[in-house]
């Protein structure tokens, strides 16, 4: 009886014993699983957008090199503009509708002591990507040449926002009418036909003045 009962309990130790091992088997594993949940990913480079830039390929490239130059907005260089002879500062489009063609889509330029920016509509209809990217030109024109803070900024963006959308809805017809969007720097967007140039459709267009010096 007393080796039955011996045998029985050398069998209850090694039932225990494997269990432990295999407890500390299954304990190894963890940290194996857990150091691989660790790992650090390869971050992903972001693509940073240019506002001149509606071709994906392009935002992969370096921006065009351009002439020195001392120009109140040559700040505009790094977002792919070019500035042309008479001084403006011009970002083209290729157009969707007709290989090898393309326009003007933005341009901006100083007329005594304002600051004249356009978002121009090819027959008076946008492109894809313009509506954001012509908001984003316009607020980069205001944050650097109008004395606003943040959160007039945002008042201002949500403005423009919805006057871009109720000119693409078609809810706001041509006209020579500018609206002011900022008072006390006296700033007006407006939706007009082109009256000069080859092309052939309308703009947006936002009219600031420049603060004194």
Wanted: with cysteine; net charge positive; glycine share 6%.
């Amino acid at each position: 009886m007393n080796t039955i009962i011996r045998l029985f309990g050398a069998f209850v130790f090694q039932v225990s014993a494997l269990a432990a091992m295999s407890n500390i088997a299954m304990s190894d594993d963890k940290p194996i699983r857990v150091n691989t949940q660790q790992t650090p990913a390869v971050p992903q480079q972001k693509t940073t957008q240019r506002i001149c830039s509606l071709d994906p390929i392009e935002d992969l490239l370096p921006p065009p090199q351009t002439k020195a130059t001392n120009s109140l907005l040559s700040y505009l260089a790094e977002q792919g503009f070019t500035q042309n002879q008479e001084g403006s500062w011009v970002c083209y489009a290729n157009d969707p509708k007709q290989e090898g063609r393309y326009f003007t889509i933005f341009k901006v330029k100083q007329v005594d002591n304002r600051l004249v920016a356009s978002s121009f509509l090819d027959e008076g209809s946008l492109i894809q990507g313009q509506e954001n990217r012509s908001l984003d030109f316009f607020m980069m024109v205001i944050e650097h040449h109008m004395n606003t803070s943040q959160e007039n900024r945002q008042g201002i963006r949500r403005y423009l926002e919805a006057f871009v959308s109720l000119v693409k809805q078609g809810k706001i017809k041509p006209t020579r009418r500018g609206f002011l969007f900022d008072q006390p720097n006296r700033a007006l967007v407006l939706y007009h036909t082109l009256s000069s140039g080859n092309l052939k459709g309308t703009g947006i267009t936002i009219n600031i003045y420049l603060p004194k010096s």
